[in-house]
């Protein structure tokens, strides 16, 4: 049996006050969730998360992180600088990464790999666009990132590794794959992680679906086979939208 895990990527919202006093509430209200429970907020908010949900079910991930342990790379974040501060995920791979700020493959596979020597757990973000997907493009773009992505990363590895498959024309425009649309996308990435790493590996790996999930769509995603939890963007940052998010099955 796969566990749920629904994780909320805050982008670049809610500073250091906010992010604590957001996740106290919300602590509250997810309390009783049976699914994993993760909140990515931005870098400088990421330690005050940590002490406040501290003995609660909430974990905390960081967006992204430096392909570097440390030295002259002005800006940047390292993985060890995120396991002193509490950390133990990454969201590495996001569309937007990828597009606005032009990582390539070859870049969030070694920080892939660094997070995972590191002891992080990675969830790696896939997808296609819109063009991608009318082309017919879309096995064969999913593919080439699952294959780079993980290039180089052990089957034991895996047990660390969430894929979340992110369909860039479904994020923050309201437009949501549908249920069997996002399965088969899904489908086609644990098939891809059982030619890797074999099919043992490919049945306990998470899957989550993300773009534009909302508590009046996520029961029907969730009651798909081969969607294991969600990636929600902006009905991440209201408790509100987001508690109903998690519990979606209480
Ligand atoms: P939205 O839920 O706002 O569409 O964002 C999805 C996303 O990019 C999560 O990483």
Redesign the pocket.
Do not use: D, P, R
């Given at each position: 049996m796969r566990k749920v895990c629904i994780a909320g990527?805050w982008?670049m919202n809610m500073g250091p006050q906010e992010g604590a006093k957001f996740v106290k509430e919300l602590a509250e209200a997810v309390k009783d969730a049976s699914a994993r429970v993760v909140v990515a907020p931005p870098f400088v908010t990421l330690s005050g998360v940590v002490a406040a949900t501290k003995g609660t079910n909430i974990e905390v991930a960081a967006q992204n992180m430096s392909d570097h342990l440390k030295g002259a790379f002005t800006g940047e974040v390292s993985a060890e600088m995120l396991k002193e501060v509490g950390v133990k995920l990454v969201?590495l791979g996001?569309?937007?990464r990828r597009t606005l700020y032009q990582e390539s493959d070859e870049f969030i596979n070694a920080k892939v790999k660094l997070a995972l020597e590191e002891g992080l757990e990675v969830i790696l973000?896939v997808g296609e666009t819109l063009d991608e997907r009318e082309k017919g493009q879309l096995e064969a773009v999913l593919k080439h990132q699952v294959v780079e992505g993980l290039r180089g990363v052990t089957p034991q590895q895996m047990d660390s590794i969430i894929v979340?498959y992110?369909p860039v024309w479904?994020?923050?425009?309201g437009k949501t794959a549908t249920p069997d649309d996002a399965n088969q996308a899904h489908a086609l990435i644990r098939g891809e992680v059982a030619t890797l790493f074999g099919k043992s590996v490919a049945e306990s790996l998470i899957i989550q679906y993300?773009?534009?999930?909302k508590p009046s769509n996520v029961k029907e995603l969730m009651a798909m086979e081969h969607i294991d939890g969600a990636?929600?963007?902006?009905?991440?940052l209201t408790v509100e939208q987001f508690a109903p998010i998690v519990c979606y099955n209480n």
């Open positions: 990527n982008k969201i996001h569309s937007e973000c979340a992110e479904a994020i923050g425009t993300g773009g534009s999930v990636l929600v963007g902006g009905a991440s």
